[in-house]
Nanobody
């Protein structure tokens, strides 16, 4: 069965950095578009970043552009989210998602599989 497992979340001060990882099993990782989404407290899930199957064409939400970087290692079945200059408004549960045939990459319904999520809290 397909599993996506996130790690790397935690508590960090404003201006700090974190690296999230999402490791997949049970699927042919290199054939899936991989996305990161987040759900802030009391709000709906929102798009963060996405990367194509081969690691090209990364795309970001305006709110994280220039601060976050998405990357992937197909040999390790893992996608990463490097987060710098973190702000309190980045506090959320971050989840990775895998999709095939994704057209609108920022739309959650385009993705087939989801991880359970990892909590990121930015606070002093």
């Amino acid at each position: 069965q397909v599993q996506l497992v996130e790690s790397g979340g935690g508590l960090v001060q404003p201006g700090g950095s974190l690296r999230l990882s999402c490791t997949a099993s049970g699927l042919t990782f290199s054939t899936y578009t991989m996305g990161w989404f987040r759900q802030p407290p009391g709000k709906e899930r929102e798009f963060v970043a996405v990367i194509n199957r081969g690691g090209s064409s990364p795309s970001y939400a305006d709110s994280v552009k220039g601060r976050f970087t998405i990357s992937r290692d197909n040999a390790k079945n893992t996608v990463y989210l490097h987060m710098n200059s973190l702000k309190p408004e980045d506090t959320a549960v971050y989840s990775c998602a895998a999709g095939r045939g994704v057209i609108l990459r920022s739309r959650p319904s385009e993705y087939n599989y989801w991880g359970q999520g990892t909590q990121v809290t930015v606070s002093s």
